[in-house]
């Protein structure tokens, strides 16, 4: 199966206003949300609080489990799936397989030298006051700012549909990096057309 890298474009503010609020009305728009219902039930052997009361915890301002810190993860998920965007590029990312092809072309194909693309997506800290989460899902937050230098250095990444389609029959399946390359600039350039931030998740 393996780990999928995918993100949102969000208004940060918004989603942190979430937390505590009281707010039934988005509490039941969340949990009717297609995204966090795939979620909501998911149980881990050895825990005791799945990522629908972990919801419920965030919105009514009640205390975390800190042991079952994983379904605060997933809740944010619902929470960014609900108050967030879907980005024009939406294909999941495959971590460790894609995310190698996409550093080797960067590498290779644009003499990017300094850029790790699931670093890049997963390691800017987050702002959500919830329990460190041990293990999955992986949470990064890129804010607009953080967006426009990151775009400066991808700059000479002008990847074209036809590009793509050429890379059809590639031995070293680049097609895929060069897709999702481009996906990832379109995505960028959608976050700071409509001053968002881009939130990205991996599990």
């Known amino acids: 199966m393996g780990y999928y890298i995918f993100s949102y474009g969000i208004k940060t503010d918004q989603v942190l206003n979430a937390f505590n609020s009281k707010d039934a009305a988005l509490e039941k728009k969340i949990q009717e949300n297609?995204?966090?219902?795939?979620?909501?039930?998911?149980?881990?052997?050895?825990?005791?609080?799945?990522?629908?009361?972990?919801?419920i915890d965030i919105i009514q301002n009640r205390p975390f489990d800190t042991k079952s810190n994983y379904a605060y993860g997933y809740?944010?998920?619902?929470?960014?799936a609900t108050l967030g965007v879907d980005l024009p590029y939406g294909q999941e990312i495959k971590l460790g397989y894609e995310t190698d092809l996409?550093?080797?072309?960067?590498?290779?194909?644009?003499?990017?030298?300094?850029?790790?693309?699931?670093?890049?997506?997963?390691?800017?800290?987050?702002?959500?006051p919830i329990p460190k989460?041990?293990?999955?899902?992986?949470?990064?937050?890129?804010?607009?700012?953080?967006l426009q230098q990151l775009k400066h250095k991808l700059s000479s990444l002008n990847i074209t549909e036809e590009q793509i389609e050429e890379l059809e029959d590639d031995p070293d399946e680049k097609e895929f990096a060069y897709e999702h390359l481009k996906g990832i600039i379109d995505n960028i350039d959608y976050c700071i057309n409509n001053n968002l931030d881009m939130v990205s998740f991996c599990h």
């Open 102 to 128: 996409i550093n080797k072309v960067l590498t290779e194909d644009f003499s990017i030298q300094n850029i790790n693309i699931e670093e890049t997506l997963l390691d800017s800290p987050h702002p959500f």
């Open 34 to 55: 297609e995204i966090f219902e795939n979620y909501a039930d998911f149980e881990v052997d050895g825990f005791e609080t799945a990522p629908d009361k972990a919801l």
């Open 133 to 146: 989460i041990d293990d999955w899902p992986l949470i990064g937050l890129i804010k607009n700012q953080e």
């Open 75 to 80: 809740a944010v998920i619902g929470i960014c």
